[in-house]
């Protein structure tokens, strides 16, 4: 372990740059201003990632933003094991009818001020599970969302870039 | 019974179905079906599917000794099929979300509670005779666990990390677990009702997001059973490409489990070493196909995206690094003593139950059950491709490390293996103009275990059933059973070993 650890301080890191803060994210999020003054969160953010019924491919990709290439850390952003300690629930799938309370009472459970990003195209409208008797729909149909990330699923970047933003609003 | 009748002809003795490929299908009697029952509680059979259509149950069975594979339907004219589940186990939950979906009740199985429904949809039977449901759902009954100090722990469905939602309930004597209860279902989205009537393509997207862990494999098996339904097919170079995909899957998943398994016995160095090695498969997978999960690169008739002339070295080198990066990994892991302490002899799984349940993947191999579906009943190029499919027998959470470790070499090998060999030429058949009718099935072996698909396509070419069967059906029962006895710190541990999928197995 111990020579593992020496080359480790003697190599290159693999960290690659920050990726700017989507457009997108931001127009989005300053639409989302305008309506609701929201109180700052700080210059770092909690997330509580909460899985409303995805097919687990969003999951795999919000997994890799720990990973030594896009580190979130670095940015002050956490993911914690509570909603009662997170600024931000960041949400996937489509909700499903299972898993609506739940989602809901996460939602209760994390204090105030909170934003909620849905990720993936399940998150916006449901994604390819739309119209199911057993999905109520997108995140939004259940509680109220800030920002979407796009995509099936978003990469890294895309989730990093949409982080970035909602951190760039403060 | 007799041991020596073959299942062919057991089957051959009631209606057979013309049309269904590669594995006959045969509408049985009463009183075969009832054979069937007890070959399979003799272990004669090893179950691969039970699902339902509106009007029958379909059961499918590899008899082991044989090698030989088929499907058995009853008609249900009463509602009811008599229950496989006290006789074998491994059938019950698949019973009760049968029941849930169709409505075709399990005859004095030995559990009648409800399993993917929740109480929460607006109708009933969703797949059957559907019904409006009214009033709330009845609250779910656990089973109990009596003795002295013995406490409950609720967890989930939302769970600490960043996994999918499920409800595990344990009940405990101080640290030590007594019984683990699993509740699933919260991620059933409703996939068999959305492929209904769906075209080819769009049910091709949804089978490779059943589980996006195995997106490569669901649209493998998913296609396989199309072009057996249709007599199609496939290209040379397409068959390659496959198998180059499912390796690149599997690798990425092993690496990242081997990492994550370590992590949750606090050693996360591991894991940071791993994941990186993860992203190298993911990003060289968009390099080299456009998706990191590689999903919708598998298409019924062969692949959508041909590997480009700069892949091939990229993938050598690829593989070349992987394989001096994780060497020292290994190592570490092999010498570890605080880690060894937490992953030997920790969650053992016996090779009965891994035999009687039918195990896939490295849930199996770990302990004996020497199956892999790219063996048997194998599908090609697998069939000229130099592997070897490493069996353990010790069970424990380290075993199934050392499945996966050795399961990366293999892969490594293959992928090298099949870029030195691929083939030149087309790499998708044409279709003809309408697929169909005709029946199908496929059993393909994902990182996770042999993945079951079955349809029946439609005279238009519409999808007019099928049924989806993750290794997860089979896996989850076995985690309830292994932690039995160890601490609930361990839990973690276990389950991130087994690491079962919650949307293949609630659909
Ligand atoms: S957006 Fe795609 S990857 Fe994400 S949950 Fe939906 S189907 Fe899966």
Redesign the interface.
């Known amino acids: 372990?111990r020579?593992?650890?020496f080359q480790n301080l003697l190599r290159r890191t693999?960290t690659q740059a920050a990726p700017q803060p989507s457009q997108t994210a931001l127009a989005e999020l300053g639409e989302r201003l305008k309506v609701t003054t929201r109180r700052r969160l700080g210059r770092s953010l909690s997330i509580r990632?909460?899985?409303?019924?995805?097919?687990?491919?969003?999951?795999?990709?919000?997994?890799?933003l720990?990973?030594?290439?896009y580190d979130v850390e670095r940015f002050g952003i956490r993911?914690v094991?509570?909603?009662r300690h997170a600024d931000v629930l960041l949400v996937t799938?489509?909700v499903?009818?299972?898993?609506?309370?739940?989602l809901q009472r996460?939602y209760n459970a994390t204090p105030d001020p909170k934003w909620v990003v849905a990720v993936g195209d399940c998150g916006r409208d449901g994604g390819?599970?739309c119209?199911?008797?057993?999905?109520v729909g997108g995140v939004g149909e259940v509680i109220p969302v800030d920002l979407h990330i796009d995509g099936?699923?978003p990469?890294p970047e895309q989730l990093l870039e949409g982080l970035l933003a909602l951190l760039a609003m403060q | 019974m007799n041991q020596t009748v073959s299942l062919s002809e057991t089957l051959g003795r009631g209606e057979l179905i013309g049309g269904h490929r590669p594995w006959p299908r045969a509408v049985v009697t009463p009183e075969i079906w009832q054979e069937l029952a007890i070959g399979l509680g003799k272990r004669v059979y090893t179950l691969l599917g039970l699902w339902g259509e509106p009007e029958n149950v379909n059961l499918a069975l590899f008899q082991e000794a044989s090698g030989e594979i088929g499907v058995a339907s009853l008609n249900c004219p009463d509602g009811g099929f008599p229950s496989l589940g006290h006789v074998c186990p491994p059938a019950q939950r698949l019973e009760r979300a049968l029941a849930d979906l169709f409505g075709l009740q399990p005859l004095t199985g030995p559990d009648a509670r409800p399993w993917l429904d929740?109480g929460?949809?607006?109708?009933r039977h969703?797949l059957g005779a559907a019904q409006t449901r009214s009033g709330p759902a009845d609250p779910y009954p656990f089973l109990t666990a009596e003795g002295e100090s013995l406490h409950q722990i609720p967890v989930g469905?939302?769970h600490?990390?960043?996994?999918?939602?499920g409800h595990f309930r344990f009940t405990a004597n101080g640290e030590t677990v007594v019984r683990l209860e699993e509740r699933l279902?919260?991620?059933?989205?409703?996939?068999e009702?959305?492929l209904r009537g769906a075209t080819l393509d769009?049910a091709a997207?949804?089978a490779g997001?059943?589980?996006?862990?195995s997106?490569v494999a669901y649209a493998l098996a998913f296609a396989r059973a199309v072009e057996a339904a249709c007599g199609i097919a496939v290209p040379e170079r397409a068959l390659w490409l496959r198998a180059l995909l499912a390796e690149l899957e599997r690798l990425a998943n092993h690496f990242?489990d081997v990492g994550a398994v370590c992590n949750d016995a606090a050693f996360s160095?591991m894991q940071?070493?791993c994941?990186?090695l993860?992203?190298r498969v993911?990003r060289a997978s968009?390099t080299c196909f456009g998706h990191?999960?590689l999903?919708d690169r598998i298409a019924p008739g062969g692949v959508t995206t041909d590997l480009p002339a700069e892949g091939q070295p990229l993938l050598h080198k690829l593989v070349v690094d992987l394989r001096r990066q994780f060497k020292?990994?290994i190592e570490?892991y092999d010498?570890?003593a605080s880690l060894q302490d937490r992953t030997v002899a920790t969650g053992v799984l016996n090779s009965e139950l891994a035999r009687q349940f039918g195990a896939g993947g490295y849930v199996g191999r770990a302990s004996g059950r020497n199956f892999d579906a790219r063996r048997m009943p194998g599908y090609p190029p697998y069939d000229r491709l130099r592997f070897e499919v490493p069996v353990l027998s010790a069970g424990d959470v380290d075993a199934r490390v050392w499945i996966r470790i050795h399961e990366v070499g293999q892969s490594l090998a293959l992928i090298e293996e099949i870029l030195d060999r691929l083939p030149s030429g087309p790499i998708r058949a044409d279709l003809p103009p309408v697929c169909g009718p005709g029946e199908g099935m496929a059993l393909v072996e994902g990182f996770r275990g042999d993945i079951l698909v079955w349809l029946r396509l439609a005279a238009d070419g519409a999808v007019e059933r099928c049924h989806l069967r993750d290794p997860s059906w089979f896996q989850w029962p076995l985690l309830e059973a292994v932690i039995e006895g160890n601490i609930v710190a361990d839990f973690p541990l276990c389950n991130k070993s087994f690491n079962c999928?919650?949307?293949g197995h609630d659909l």
Request: proline share 8%.
């Open positions: 372990m020579k593992l650890l693999l990632e909460v899985d409303a019924g995805s097919c687990n491919g969003c999951e795999l990709e919000i997994h890799a720990n990973n030594a290439y993911f094991a509570s909603p799938g489509p499903t009818a299972n898993m609506r309370e739940a996460t390819v599970f119209g199911s008797y057993a999905c099936c699923p990469t | 929740h929460r949809w607006p109708i969703p469905p939302v600490a990390g960043i996994i999918e939602p279902g919260y991620v059933h989205k409703g996939i009702t959305l769009s997207r949804l997001r059943v589980s996006g862990d997106s990242g160095l940071a070493h994941a990186v993860r992203e993911l968009a990191r999960l999903m020292p990994l570490l010498n570890t999928s919650y949307s």
